[in-house]
């Protein structure tokens, strides 16, 4: 079992940048895919970014790619989310998770993960 708890969010103006963290207390933290989701208020929960066990492989959403990048620090326990050039539409509580499934390509359903953080609150002015 996994706990985790994410920090860094806060509010940032449109074209800023922010940094999330997700900390993983347990056993075999090198043995999850890592994620992150978020989810607006009034929409569903939505796939941002994962990344596999040794971080070699990554997924991104097409609505943050090449804006946002996920690291892992299998030595610290920690999954990282770089997000630059914020927009208003990146506005969302962000959850961190992590899942024992999947062999080289990293999942992208939530229903594919098994534990979540608490979630951090990210808030983009325009």
């Known amino acids: 079992q996994v706990q985790l708890i994410e920090s860094g969010g806060g509010l940032a103006q449109a074209g800023g940048s922010l940094r999330l963290s997700c900390a993983a207390s347990?056993?075999?933290?090198?043995?999850?895919?890592m994620g992150w989701f978020r989810q607006a208020a009034g929409k569903e929960r939505e796939f941002v970014t994962a990344?596999?066990?040794?971080?070699?492989?990554?997924s991104y959403a097409d609505s943050v790619k090449g804006r946002f990048t996920i690291s892992r620090d299998n030595a610290k326990n920690t999954v990282d989310l770089q997000m630059n050039s914020l927009k208003p539409e990146d506005t969302a509580v962000y959850y961190c998770?992590?899942?024992?499934?999947?062999?080289?390509?990293?999942?992208?359903?939530?229903?594919?993960?098994?534990?979540w953080g608490q979630g951090t609150q990210v808030t983009v002015s325009s």
């Open positions: 990344i596999s066990r040794s971080g070699s492989s990554t």
């Open positions: 347990g056993r075999a933290f090198g043995s999850y895919f």
């Open positions: 998770a992590a899942t024992s499934l999947g062999l080289i390509t990293p999942r992208t359903q939530a229903a594919d993960y098994d534990y």
